[in-house]
């Protein structure tokens, strides 16, 4: 009897019921950050959903890609969060399906500028984040992007490096209200090249920011609006620059590995992700810039947050095919001229 008993157990194990449960687990390669808020707001709570188990892997843009790449023969990721650029750079190497839209049902609450942010279907963009720049009202003036080098002005301005995730974008604005719309970016960096001495530093992370401008070593900087709410804490008048060019920024986007064995569990936690609730929760929580139009959040979460049709509208990315394809020519140019 016990030996029987075994037996059943065993063929219990192999059948279909036993290997559907086991496949039911989806696997998802995401940013590091604020992971403890993304498993209460969004893991868990689709988990409890789908009956399914997540698996999250976390790292940066450069490990995970690197990592699709080399497990292309037989993907063990599933879907993955990762910038436009990286998304293209991902269809270029051939690692992404396209995404079936018609299978979410949120896809139409999203702002159009996250619907397609290449261009080619393959990504669907989920959060994105102004940069502008923050500065001294007290000081100052910014009505364009270019004030940043005007003589009376540059001798107190922190400018990202080239190397920065705001660097290329900064440089993107500047060149805009220089009259220099190129993707190779040479006419701004050779205006911040001309201003060197003068400019207080080029900066590599956002944090040093804060203690600079209470000090007044500095009173502008281009900055991400992810990281404005340190700036609204201090002691002195500080301001969000609305320049006539416009503001820029970045955006995050979903894709769907190619050869997921998973691609209809992939849609659905896209498709939660996407809902109203789950981007509200998380706006509020200031995890991320809610891509759905219809999220709405109280005004001291909007004010730490890229948040509005009309702040959107305003949002003028870099393409993604400009950055990939010019980026080693602008640090090129960048360390030639600025030597940073």
Same mark, same amino acid.
């Given at each position: ?27 998802? !390669? ?5 992971? &403890? ?22 790292? @940066? ?7 699709? +790449? ?9 879907? =993955? ?19 079936? $839209? ?58 990202? @490096?080239? $190397? ?10 500047? *060149? ?40 007044? +070593? ?20 500080? =301001? ?9 920024? *970045? ?12 691609? &209809?569990? =992939? ?7 996407? !809902? ?11 995890? &991320? !810039? ?8 109280? &005004?001291? =979460? ?11 509208? @305003?949002?003028?990315?870099?393409? !993604? ?20």
């Amino acid at each position: 009897m016990k030996h029987a008993l075994i037996a059943s157990a065993a063929v219990l194990a192999l059948s279909p019921i036993a290997a559907s449960a086991q496949e039911k687990t989806l696997t998802i !390669s995401v940013y590091a950050f604020a992971q &403890d808020d993304f498993k209460s707001i969004v893991y868990d709570p689709f988990e409890a959903k789908c009956g399914c188990k997540l698996v999250v892997e976390t790292g @940066n843009s450069v490990e995970r890609l690197a990592k699709m +790449e080399a497990n292309k023969a037989n993907p063990v990721v599933d879907m =993955a969060v990762v910038s436009m650029a990286d998304a293209l750079s991902a269809t270029r190497k051939g690692l992404i399906d396209k995404i079936d $839209t018609s299978k979410l049902t949120n896809f139409d609450k999203l702002y159009d500028i996250a619907k397609d942010p290449n261009g080619d279907g393959m990504s669907v963009g989920y959060t994105f984040y102004a940069t502008s720049i923050a500065y001294r009202s007290d000081k100052m003036k910014i009505e364009s992007w270019a004030d940043l080098l005007k003589p009376e002005y540059v001798g107190h301005v922190a400018f990202p @490096n080239v $190397t920065t995730n705001q660097g290329p974008p900064a440089l993107y604005m500047l *060149g805009l209200a220089l009259g220099k719309d190129t993707p190779d970016l040479k006419a701004p960096i050779e205006a911040v090249g001309e201003k060197k001495d003068d400019i207080v530093t080029f900066y590599e992370k956002s944090s040093q920011l804060v203690q600079l401008m209470q000090q007044e +070593e500095i009173w502008a900087a281009p900055i991400g609006r992810f990281s404005w709410a340190g700036f609204t804490k201090l002691d002195v008048p500080v =301001a969000w620059a609305t320049p006539k060019e416009g503001q820029t920024g *970045g955006m995050n986007v979903m894709v769907m590995t190619k050869g997921s064995k998973n691609q &209809d569990l =992939a849609l659905q936690f896209m498709n939660f992700w996407l !809902s109203t609730e789950i981007q509200t929760k998380l706006a509020e929580k200031l995890v &991320d !810039s809610p891509a759905n139009k219809e999220v709405k959040v109280s &005004d001291e =979460a909007a004010n730490n947050l890229t948040y509005g049709e009309d702040t959107i509208k @305003n949002l003028k990315l870099i393409p !993604s095919a400009a950055a990939l394809d010019n980026r080693a020519g602008w640090l090129k140019d960048w360390n030639d001229t600025v030597g940073q």
